[in-house]
């Protein structure tokens, strides 16, 4: 994007990287959430949820013929090869709306904006960005979050999907900047508000060097 100032925000489940967010949303930054972009990709009819049928079997679709989120996360979810392949088929896919969002963001005008993506590194989303800042958060605190926010998750369940995503190290190595939730609401507005002003900041000389 040669205008357009791009965070990517990232971190495993039940980090708290939603509420940092939109705390970005708040301070006047466009969001793509990548979450809300897996599930326009596998509506009926289109290529990605056929690709996915192929490979998991018509079972993990409901009688109306849309995708059953929690029957295709109990066969993705089984195995790290099986989660591997899951991301295959769908990452491009989501890569390509990304990418088209972006490129429409940066024709209104609009001079910043966020990637709210869990595998943001490894879709290779990162590379859309100009910084990338990851939450992190001790794993019984995402766990209680987790069972708070999805009401339809066990806790083997949610342990089994929260295990499946990558440890803590990996985020700190690769993100620019690290926000640190230890579950202290405030504390996580104050990392996120001071990030979002940084951004900001940086965007502003961005557009301002494209235009001199």
């Not at 209104?108 to 590194?121: M, Q, R």
């Not at 999907?161 to 620019?176: G, N, T, V």
Request: proline share 4%; glycine share 6%; charged share 30%.
């Amino acid at each position: 994007m040669s205008r357009l100032y791009v965070i990517g925000i990232t971190g495993p489940m039940g980090s708290g990287k939603s509420e940092v967010t939109k705390v970005f949303a708040e301070t006047g930054f466009s969001v793509i959430d990548a979450d809300i972009l897996s599930r326009r990709v596998v509506e009926p009819g289109l290529p990605c949820l056929m690709r996915l049928v192929e490979s998991f079997s018509d079972e993990i679709l409901n009688p109306d013929g849309t995708l059953n989120r929690r029957e295709l996360a109990k066969r993705a979810f089984a195995s790290r090869e099986k989660t591997e392949l899951l991301n295959s088929i769908t990452h491009p896919y989501i890569i390509e709306l990304t990418r088209s969002i972006l490129n429409e963001t940066e024709q209104s005008g609009v001079p910043a904006a966020v990637i709210d993506a869990a595998l943001l590194f490894e879709s290779g989303m990162d590379s859309f960005c100009d910084k990338t800042a990851a939450v992190i958060a001790p794993f019984e605190i995402r766990l209680e979050r987790v069972l708070k926010r999805d009401s339809g998750l066990d806790r083997e369940q949610a342990v089994l999907r929260m295990s499946a995503q990558q440890p803590e190290e990996y985020y700190i190595k690769r993100a620019d900047f690290v926000i640190r939730n230890s579950g202290d609401y405030r504390s996580l507005h104050e990392q996120a508000e001071k990030l979002a002003q940084k951004f900001r900041e940086w965007a502003d000389e961005k557009q301002k060097c494209r235009t001199e």
